[in-house]
């Protein structure tokens, strides 16, 4: 009887596991195809910049007076020549804190602009999922193999979400290049 029971929940485990509707998401695509993803890249570059102009501007005020430092040096006497040396040696600690804590406020920056575009995405796509009555919903980008029977809903998240037709990771990356060069040549 018992080994009766158990071959009939075997059998309803399998029947229930193959009527589930399972369907694959691109997440990480939708998320950084997103316009709120655009604008919050656009944000990160401005802040970046102005990071990297302050810094900038740090490093070479620090050169100069090195310089002048290394000039003068000679002619000074031992207090001037100790006060230059610990002027000096503040001047590149700030710089160094300064590296540091920009570059923890750049990251906390990123992660908060990003995060209601991460739950916006998710809301949409458990949306179009509960919307097709799918059971189980995968990233398709962690996953090696998908069945023919497996619902992409991608193009429908994508459309939901207002990522323009056609748009690509390929065509964002080639944005981003051009970006990039075009405030290097700046």
């Keep these: 009887m018992k080994k009766f029971f158990a071959i009939a929940a075997m059998a309803l485990l399998t029947l229930s596991a ?36 302050t810094y900038k501007t ?7 007076k090195y310089q002048q ?6 002619t000074w006497t031992p207090s001037i020549k100790e006060s230059k040396e610990r002027e000096l040696s503040d001047m590149q600690q700030r710089i160094q804190e300064f590296q540091q804590s920009v570059s923890q406020e750049l990251q906390d920056q990123q992660s908060t602009l990003m995060a209601p575009i991460y739950k916006k ?26 069945a023919d029977s497996v619902i ?3 193009a429908d998240a994508r459309k939901a979400l207002g990522v323009k037709e ?20 700046q």
């Design 18 to 53: 193959s009527a589930q509707k399972i369907a694959k998401v691109n997440f990480s695509e939708l998320v950084q195809l997103m316009p709120e993803a655009d604008k919050a890249r656009e944000t990160m570059a401005a802040a970046s910049k102005e990071a990297d102009e």
């Design 121 to 146: 995405a998710q809301d949409e796509v458990q949306k179009i999922a509960k919307s097709l009555g799918v059971d189980v919903l995968l990233d398709s980008t962690s996953a090696l193999y998908f």
């Design 58 to 64: 740090m490093v070479e005020e620090f050169q100069s």
């Design 152 to 154: 992409d809903i991608t």
């Design 69 to 74: 430092y290394q000039q003068k040096q000679a």
């Design 166 to 185: 056609g748009r690509t990771l390929e065509q964002l990356q080639q944005e981003l290049a051009a970006q990039q060069q075009a405030q290097q040549a």
